[in-house]
Every structure is written in C-alpha cells, then in structure tokens.
C-alpha cells in the first residue's frame, strides 16, 4: 500500500471522517481541519526536499487526495486545490516567487487554492475577461471568479487572466490581504461539498506586485503533455477524491445493509440487495485501479499518462455518482430522511461532472486523443 496514502488516511480517520457530516450540515468551511493538515506538514508535499518540502510526487497527490477524500469530501477538495496551486508556481514561477512561496508554506503553513473560473465562461477557465493594466513595477486587476474553493481562508489564489500584449499567458498570484480583494461568501448554498465555500472572488482596482504574476513558459518547464502539470495535478487530485469517496460510499452501504434488521433476517441477506452492494464494490475497484494505472503510467512518463489519468478523472466522477444512486436505494427511507452519510455523499459526488475539466470536455478529449487528433 502506497506510504503516502497510509500516512494520511491515519490523519483522515481521526481528524476528518468523524466530522464530515458536521461540515456538511453547518455548510462552513472546516478551518479547524485544515490547519491541523498544515500543522501536520501535508501542505509541503510535493515542495522540493532542497526547499524544505518532502520532495513527494504526482503519486502522493493522488493517494494523500484519495484518503483525505475518504474522510470528506470537502477536505480532499480544498486539500488537492493547494497542490495544484503550488505545483503551478513551482513549475512556472520565476525563482524569486518559488523562493517566496515555498518559503510561506514550509516555515508559515501558508496555503493556496485556484481561482480561475469565471460567470461568463464556465469551464472554459483559460479564458478569462479579467482585465489587467500593466505599470512599470505593479498591475492593476479587475474582475470576478465565480467559484472559489477555500475562499476567505486560503492564503494565496491563483488566477487566470488574458494574455498580456505580447501573447504571453499569465497567471497571477493573489495574496489574501491584497487592496480591492473581497469575497461573496453570502452566495455560497452549495448542493454538495458544501464546506468548500465555493463563492465568488471580487477584484476591484486591486494593485499587485509585478513580481507576483506567473508566464507560462512550456517549452522552458519542459512540459511533457498537451496540458499543463497544474491541469494534470488536478485531475489527479480528483480522481484520488473520489475514487475515495465511492470507497466511503460501499463502506456506509453495507454498514446499513447489516445493520437493518427484519425478524429473521437484515438486509444484507436480501439477494437485491447483495446485487447492488456487488456493482458498488466494482464502481470502487475500478475507479481506484483505474486511478493506480494512470498515476503509474505519469510517475513513468508514458505517451499515454494524459489519457489514463483524464479516463481515470471520468471513471472516479462517474462512479462515485452511480454507487451513490445504488446506495440510496439500499438506505431507502432511512437514507432519504438523511440518517447516516449515503444522501450526504450522493449529493457530494455530483459535484464532480461539472468541475474543470468537466465530465464532457474529458471525453472530448479523450476521443480525441485516442483518434490521433489533437487534444485541445
């Protein structure tokens, strides 16, 4: 079993699943967790050993996600955010700003979220109507992101904006306490991962540091696929959530199933019943094998990595949905009268079709991938 994952479901069984109906109920962002994740040194993962971190790759992204996932929802969402966030500026960040950020997260446990999304363009997150005006030693920003994981508590955001006026693609990092940064927490009444915060980011004439903004530089990153590592740690970290979360979903199924009992019989004895705990079971093996093939197949640096970890996202999302389905059919009444965790966790794995990339973009590029056509 995968050191990473074993690490960190210790943490998520006594620190993150006992309270993941909390978080859901009071619908407010789990502070207190994730500063113990801080304190724990989960948050300098994936930073280089020279710099203080653990030097951990793309599998720890994975595994460190999936267990947390298993714990929360929530959690694993916000948790993964910040790596990818840190993998960004780790990659394409000037060496004063990777110097300044490793520097926050190591000795202050600072974190970081994304905030790329945006009302008029959805997914499509690259493409930005942010507008930026460029000085001599400071810029200028204007703009609203829409769905903000960890919003408010987060220490750094990553945006996207427009290219700049040569054609460079840019990314900025936004410190919490900049002038003109506010955010809408009062629009945030999520269906599911509700404890994300997931409300808009408003910038007003806010004024940043030129040494704060990012160029995405490819061929100098030596990127190995057709995306950025930034999008490639995201799938990732969702496919490890909710791979995780349909581990989470068997396991409160059949806790119900031999926990309702008739007068001689429970549940579990039903063979209905034992159907469906039997395609629960498979919806998580294959989304955790699924999960392990791609994860190996990017840790080797294969041609295919793109397309294993993108089918690896798309299996995870997709089955998380359908054994929660199975699930609340099990629960019955129970279930839908929310006593136990399955409505709770039926209505977190929706989340995951609509989340960049969503479900239909990944197929598209799926499709094309495997057709030799260019991805995007």
């Known amino acids: 079993m995968n050191q990473y994952y074993i690490k960190a479901k210790e943490f998520s069984n006594q620190h993150i699943a006992p309270f993941a109906q909390k978080i859901d109920a009071e619908g407010v962002f789990p502070r207190e967790i994730m500063d113990l994740i801080a304190e724990n040194g989960f948050l300098k993962l994936i930073i280089p050993k020279e710099h203080g971190g653990d030097g951990a790759g793309i599998d720890a992204q994975a595994y460190v996600s999936q267990a947390f996932g298993e714990g929360s929802a929530t959690v694993g969402l916000c948790y993964t955010m910040h790596n990818v966030a840190l993998k960004f500026i780790l990659t394409f960040g000037s060496p004063e700003l990777k110097d300044f950020i490793t520097t926050e997260v190591v000795e202050n446990n600072k974190m970081l979220s994304l905030a790329r999304s945006e009302f008029g363009t959805g997914v499509h997150v690259f493409k930005s109507e942010t507008s930026v005006q460029n000085f001599e030693d400071h810029s200028i920003i204007n703009g609203t992101k829409s769905m903000i994981t960890s919003a408010n508590y987060a220490d750094y955001y990553l945006i996207s904006v427009p290219n700049d006026d040569q054609n460079r693609a840019v990314n900025w990092l936004v410190p919490y306490e900049t002038e003109g940064l506010s955010f809408k927490e009062n629009d945030w009444n999520g269906l599911g991962m509700r404890g994300n915060i997931s409300c808009p980011m408003v910038m007003e004439n806010m004024r940043l540091d030129n040494q704060f903004a990012v160029y995405i530089d490819r061929e100098k990153a030596n990127q190995k696929y057709p995306v950025n590592i930034d999008v490639i740690y995201f799938m990732t970290g969702l496919a490890g959530v909710y791979s995780g979360m349909t581990q989470t979903i068997l396991e409160a199924t059949v806790e119900h199933a031999l926990s309702r009992n008739y007068p001689d019989k429970n549940l579990a004895n039903i063979e209905t019943v034992q159907i469906h705990l039997a395609n629960i079971y498979a919806s998580m093996l294959s989304a955790k094998s ?71 973009v990944l197929k598209t590029w799926v499709g094309r991938g495997i057709s030799d056509q260019p991805i995007i």
């Open 290 to 360: 699924s999960l392990d093939n791609a994860v190996d197949s990017l840790m080797n640096e294969e041609t295919d990595g793109l397309i294993k970890i993108m089918t690896a996202r798309i299996i995870a999302s997709e089955n998380a949905i359908e054994a929660a389905r199975l699930a609340m059919r099990v629960g019955g009444g129970h279930a839908y009268n929310k006593q136990g965790p399955i409505e709770m966790l039926l209505r977190d794995s929706f989340a995951s079709q609509v989340m960049f990339p969503s479900i239909d």
